[in-house]
Nanobody, 125 residues
Framework: QVRLVESGGGLVQAGDSLRLSCTPTGSSFSIFAMGWFRQAPGKEREFVSAINWRGEETDYADSVKGRFTVSKDNADNTMYLQMNDLKVEDTAKYYC??????????????????WGQGTQVSVSS
């Protein structure tokens, strides 16, 4: 059973930066498709970013392109989301997700079977 340990959320002001991390544990798999999603109050969960298992391919939602950067440490499969120039509209609970044994770049949340507990990011004006 894969468990995802997330950290890095917090309360910041507009224009500040945060870095989220997500580490899969309890799994013998070494290949993971990984992604970040977020859900704001009253809204559906949406795609933020994804990275393939080698960390060579990435994808971003248009709303975060140029401000967010996803990366991965292949030594322990920890995925990071560096968020710069945060905006009030980035306020949401951020979730990481993984699909073991997948080398693909997955942006569809229905493709991910395992999810983290979520970490809150709040941006004030």
């Amino acid at each position: 059973q894969v468990r995802l340990v997330e950290s890095g959320g917090g309360l910041v002001q507009a224009g500040d930066s945060l870095r989220l991390s997500c580490t899969p544990t309890g799994s013998s798999f070494s290949i993971f498709a990984m992604g970040w999603f977020r859900q704001a109050p009253g809204k559906e969960r949406e795609f933020v970013s994804a990275i393939n298992w080698r960390g060579e391919e990435t994808d971003y939602a248009d709303s975060v392109k140029g401000r967010f950067t996803v990366s991965k440490d292949n030594a322990d499969n920890t995925m990071y989301l560096q968020m710069n120039d945060l905006k009030v509209e980035d306020t949401a609970k951020y979730y990481c997700a993984v699909r073991p044994s997948s080398a693909q770049l997955l942006t569809d949340q229905s493709k991910y079977p395992y999810w983290g507990q979520g970490t809150q990011v709040s941006v004030s004006s």
